[in-house]
């Protein structure tokens, strides 16, 4: 009776190993080429994107993320050949990935912000940004955050997500910016006096462009002030200094020439009763 049972047993393996020893070799075989092939592809993406000039940030991780994508399709299929049932293991899977991509939403939203800001730079690390309510000099821009420099030299932090989605002024893509500037003279001052003083100062000034030209023009006749409208053009990186020099500039020759600058007053009367 032993002998029989194991003669029994041995007929039940050889049947197993005829019915799936050509399923398994196929699967070896689809294993091999499949990983061939998906190492052309991410070798291919690779070369694509150095063409592209894509951000040397996002370069891994892409090809990362595509490569164990590939690799679990391909693990699924080739465990499917050889007669495993994966529909419960795929739907598993499916919804563990539905329970964490919930659970990490918002990190999810500032990575994805942060694949858009790599992929379409809308700006780039030195740029002078204004955003979220910041304004800096980007020193960084990794894939969750983006880290900028204040004016005073203080690390600000902001996520992504908030970042790629939001309204944002960049000061760094043009070369050219214009000054707008406003002085106000008095009503009993003269007006062309004032005038010439604003034009000689931007004639005479080496980093205000001649082309644009620069403009000036009475804007406003106010309570207590005829106000003029300054607007000069002048290269991006010189817009503080031509900014600064005409604030004080403007005061000391307005001083010397007797053209008066007009400040609020108030007159206090006091009656006794």
């Known amino acids: 009776m032993d002998m029989d049972k194991i003669a029994e047993k041995s007929d039940q393996l050889w049947l197993m190993a005829l019915e799936y020893a050509p399923k398994l070799l196929l699967a070896i075989i689809t294993l091999i080429i499949g990983l061939w092939i998906i190492k052309g592809i991410t070798k291919g993406v690779k070369k694509l994107m150095e063409k592209n000039q894509l951000d040397e940030t996002l370069k891994p991780f892409i090809i990362g993320m595509l490569s164990i994508l590939l690799k679990i399709m391909l693990l699924i299929a080739v465990v499917g050949m050889i007669g495993v049932e994966m529909t419960s293991f795929i739907a598993i899977l499916g919804a563990a990935g539905l329970a964490v991509g919930m659970a990490l939403s918002g990190t999810l939203q500032n990575f994805a912000g942060g694949v858009m800001i790599l992929i379409f ?6 740029d002078l940004l204004e955003a979220q309510g910041y304004l800096g000099v980007v020193k960084e821009i990794q894939l969750f955050n983006t880290i900028m420099l204040s004016l005073d ?19 760094s893509t043009q070369p050219t910016r214009r000054v707008d500037m406003t002085f106000g003279i008095g009503y009993t001052d003269d007006i062309d006096k004032a005038k010439g003083i604003l034009e000689g100062l931007l004639s005479n000034h080496q980093k205000v462009l001649k082309d644009p030209a620069h403009f000036i023009a009475v804007s406003e006749l106010a309570d207590s002030s005829v106000n003029f409208v300054v607007r000069a053009w002048v290269n991006a990186a010189d817009y503080w200094d031509v900014f600064f020099y005409m604030q004080e500039t403007v005061k000391k020759e307005f001083d010397k020439n007797a053209v008066g600058i007009p400040f609020p007053q108030r007159d206090v009367h006091v009656y006794n009763h």
């Open 121 to 126: 730079k809308p700006f780039k690390v030195g």
């Open 153 to 171: 030299n203080k690390t600000i932090i902001i996520p992504n997500g908030g970042l790629s989605t939001g309204s944002m002024i960049n000061y």
